[in-house]
Each structure stands twice: as structure tokens, then as C-alpha cells.
């Protein structure tokens, strides 16, 4: 038993070494993860579906495929989830929905058969806010997920269950999807990896959309690295994804341990240090990472960016209007089968004319111009932050956001370069802070090496929640009745 808890602390490069050497199986990998799920999913609802058999069926192939000497890349073997958006050929896509309750897709998503191919093993489909927009929400076929730190905050959404799962060490990695800040948020709250690439370098066929022009695919894990190593399974282009872009793909891992020295960092502090409801620990985090980088050699300067409002109400607009194109018929058919919050996020959209989403349209290109050529032609990165403070409570949570919305991930999604939030330190509340790091387009070994040499600095990857076992989830309906 002593072995199996501690499994969980592998990351994926770990565990492939050892695969490799013979010295543990993909088979004890996986049974020790689904016995942590046993024993401490009831109190996070981070999985919808689990899939025991067909994870120990890959473990199983893994194993005889190591045996026989073949090697198929980096997930070989390693437990993952994907989050309830992903179609998967014979298991049920729900979304979180009362309407795909039943929908069982017959082909995989592009990803969820890279990974098959990679000689990945899939642990199930993890929690999401409905449709990746409404939640955490109590009147839906399944609980909310909860955050490992603390139950009574949320884990950040829309990717809640990914991201508490990997936090939680029931995987390694989890796939998660990011149209406002969907990957980063839940890695943001839950004290992990989360990296949004850049748009088009992961393929979106198979996942149900939410906004075709702002979602991105990407995965959430425990470390930089494990990203990377992900990254290089998923990645790729794909003729049938009308966004998928069509260029060479780079070695994800390459240049991890080169550190920053020499690097140009950006930091557009005016974003954060002034917005409504800032933390002073936020900001107190950030300033140290980017103290620890210049200590590393990397020369540190503020910058100026347009107003972060401008980002936001650009997103809003385009995302709002391509939901409810995506949702008009089941609107006007089956209502009454949304969450309560789904609807009236969704519902906005009805509402946007031609000449808002014309007006956003062109003002995204003048944001993308403003940080692409302004700014990180300039610079080899910038880091600003993920969210303003730490994850909010479910009672925070009325009739939609918080009043004071913590997350500052959306500029990214309108520009749609590579963005990855790791963690800085933890609150006086013992919650996980954060930031991102913001790349060039298709230059995520750049994002990924800073955040290394910031996660070396920090010392953060080996604190882990502690876990009760056998709670029962408090999936009770007062933070959406009050």
C-alpha cells in the first residue's frame, strides 16, 4: 500500500523512466490511481465516467509493448483523463449535460486517439462546467468538481475536473479545453500546470465547441515538463480542423534546462496591479518570480499593453455571440434542459447585433497587433497574472460570476498565443497563486522553458493537499438557491 501512495507522486518523465527500465509497470501505475480515485473521489467528483476496464486493457497493451521494445513516445503507459468535451468511440460524451446524457460517439477525438496511439491509458472523462461555460452549477445530472486545497472553493473552470484531478494525483495529466481561460484557470486555483497553446496547434476535432475562433485544446499537469512531454503526442496538424495550422512541430522538451540568462522578459503590470479586487499576496507572488528571473539573468522591464478591458469585452463579445450560434437550436427546442447559469450565459448572445461582433472582430486584430508587434517582437516572453487572488468559494457564486472575477486569462484567447499559468506560492489561506507566461505565436518551447527555470526557483512541484478518505461529496444546492 505504501508503494501505491506513493506512485501518485511520479510525474510522467518519472514514471517513463522507470517504465523503461522494467522497474514498475503500467499495470501497478494504473491500478494504484484507480485506487486513489476510489478512495478520494467521492469528495471532489472529479470524474463523471470512469473507465477501469479500458484502463487496465491499455495498461496492459503498454506493458507487452515495452516487453516487446516498442516505444511509442512519451505517454506510453501513463494514466490520463480527458475532460467531458472529448468525444471518445464507445464511451459517453456528456459535456456535464442533461442533454448528451446519452450520446455515445463512435469515432475518437483527434487527441483522444493521439494519445490512444501514444500508448496513453485513459483512467475516464473528468467534470466540466456545462458545455465548458456553465458552472459550477448544482442543478446539473452530476456534482460540481471541488478543489483538493479546500472543498468549499471551486477549482476553477470550465476544465474543473481536470484540473482538480491532477492536483489530486488521480493523473498525471489531464486533458482540458480553454475559450476564456479554461485550462489556466483550474490550474491557476488547483496549484498546477496549465498550458493553452497556441491557437490551431492542437487539433479541436471530436471536441464539442463552446466558440470556434477562441477555443484551444491543451493539457493540465503537475509539472512543466509533463506539459511538454504531452505536447509532443498532441500536437499537429490536422486537414480537417479548419483552424488547425500547418506548421513544423518543434521539440517541446528542447531547452527545459537552458534557464532564462540573457532572455527579455515583459511584464505589464498596469494588467493586474490595479485591477478591482487584486490580491496584495498576487501581486507579492509575481514580483518575486520575476525577481527570481532576473537573478537568473534575465533582464525585466515593464510594459504597456492596451486596457485589460478592452481584452475582456472583445472575448466576451465574440464568445458570446459564437455560443449561442452553436447553441440556437436547442434553445429554442429544449430550453428547460439547461443549467440555470448555462442559459443565462449562453443567452447574452441573442442579443449581440452584427455590428458588435464586427467592431470585436476588428478590434482583435488591433489587440493581437498591439501585443505580437508592440510588445513580444520586443521580448522573448512576459508574465503577468493568471487570476487576481485565490479560488473562490461555491457560495461566491450567484446568478453567474463573482462579483469581482478573479481570472485575467482572456486577452490570450483574443490574440491566441501560447499561455501557460503555473504556480507562484500559496495565500495566507493555504490556497494555491499563480501566472502566466505569454509567448509568440507557435513558440511554446520558449513559454515552457521559462516556466522550468520558474518552477526550479519556486520549489513548489512536491506540495501535495491533503486528502480525506471516504467523504462524501457536499453536492448540496445552496450556492446555487442563494
Request: overall charge negative; charged content about 20%; aromatic content about 8%.
Amino acid at each position: 500500500m505504501a508503494e501505491a501512495q506513493a506512485l501518485h507522486t511520479l510525474s510522467i518523465a518519472e514514471a517513463g523512466a522507470r517504465l523503461r527500465a522494467g522497474t514498475l509497470t503500467s499495470t501497478a501505475l494504473t491500478r494504484a490511481a484507480l485506487e486513489r480515485i476510489a478512495t478520494f473521489d467521492g469528495g471532489l467528483d472529479s470524474f463523471i465516467t470512469l473507465t477501469a476496464e479500458r484502463a487496465l486493457a491499455d495498461a496492459a497493451a503498454a506493458d507487452a509493448d515495452f516487453k516487446a521494445g516498442i516505444d511509442k513516445g512519451p505517454m506510453q503507459g501513463i494514466p490520463y483523463g480527458l475532460k467531458d468535451i472529448y468525444d471518445t468511440a464507445g464511451i459517453r460524451t456528456t459535456c456535464h449535460s442533461k442533454l448528451r446524457l446519452d450520446v455515445v460517439p463512435t469515432t475518437d477525438s483527434v487527441v483522444a486517439q493521439r494519445l490512444k496511439d501514444g500508448g496513453g491509458v485513459l483512467l475516464g472523462k473528468l467534470a466540466t462546467h456545462e458545455f465548458a461555460i456553465g458552472g459550477p452549477s448544482f442543478d446539473l445530472p452530476f456534482p460540481p468538481a471541488r478543489n483538493p486545497w479546500q472543498r468549499d472553493h471551486i477549482p476553477g473552470g470550465s476544465s474543473s475536473g481536470s484540473g482538480a484531478a491532477v492536483a489530486a494525483g488521480f493523473c498525471r495529466m489531464a486533458m482540458g479545453s480553454d475559450t476564456g481561460g479554461s485550462i489556466r484557470g483550474p490550474a491557476a486555483f488547483c496549484g498546477i500546470v496549465g498550458l493553452k497553446p497556441t491557437y490551431g496547434l492542437v487539433s479541436r476535432r471530436g471536441v464539442f465547441p463552446l466558440s470556434y475562433t477562441l477555443d484551444h485544446c491543451g493539457p493540465l499537469a503537475r509539472t512543466v515538463e509533463d506539459c511538454a512531454l504531452t505536447m509532443q503526442v498532441i500536437a499537429g496538424y490536422d486537414a480537417q480542423d479548419p483552424a488547425s495550422a500547418d506548421v513544423d512541430m518543434p521539440d517541446f522538451s528542447r531547452g527545459l534546462d537552458w534557464g532564462v540568462h540573457g532572455l527579455k522578459i515583459a511584464v505589464p503590470r498596469h494588467f493586474y496591479a490595479r485591477a478591482d479586487g487584486v490580491s496584495p499576496e498576487t501581486i507579492g507572488f509575481i514580483d518575486s518570480a520575476a525577481e527570481a528571473l532576473a537573478r537568473q539573468g534575465a533582464k525585466v522591464e515593464e510594459v504597456t499593453l492596451p486596457d485589460y478591458d478592452l481584452f475582456n469585452a472583445c472575448g466576451r463579445i465574440i464568445l458570446n455571440a459564437e455560443a449561442y450560434a452553436i447553441h440556437e437550436q436547442d434553445f429554442q427546442t429544449r430550453p428547460l434542459d439547461y443549467a440555470r447559469m448555462t442559459y443565462s450565459r449562453i443567452i447574452t448572445g441573442a442579443f449581440i447585433s452584427a455590428a458588435d461582433l464586427t467592431q470585436a472582430l476588428r478590434l482583435r486584430r488591433e489587440l493581437a497587433t498591439a501585443l505580437n508587434a508592440q510588445v513580444l517582437q520586443r521580448y522573448d516572453a512576459l508574465i503577468t497574472a493568471s487570476s487576481l487572488g485565490q479560488a473562490p468559494r461555491f457560495t461566491d457564486y450567484r446568478d453567474g460570476y463573482p462579483t469581482a472575477w478573479p481570472m485575467q486569462s482572456m486577452p490570450f484567447n483574443v490574440t491566441g498565443n501560447p499561455a501557460m499559468s503555473v504556480p507562484t506560492g500559496f495565500s495566507s489561506a493555504g490556497l494555491p497563486l499563480s501566472l502566466q507566461i505569454v509567448g509568440r505565436p507557435f513558440d511554446e518551447p520558449m513559454v515552457l522553458r521559462i516556466g522550468a527555470a520558474l518552477e526550479r526557483a519556486l520549489g513548489l512541484v512536491d506540495r501535495w493537499p491533503a486528502l480525506a478518505a471516504g467523504e462524501p461529496a457536499r453536492a448540496t444546492s445552496e450556492a446555487a438557491a442563494s
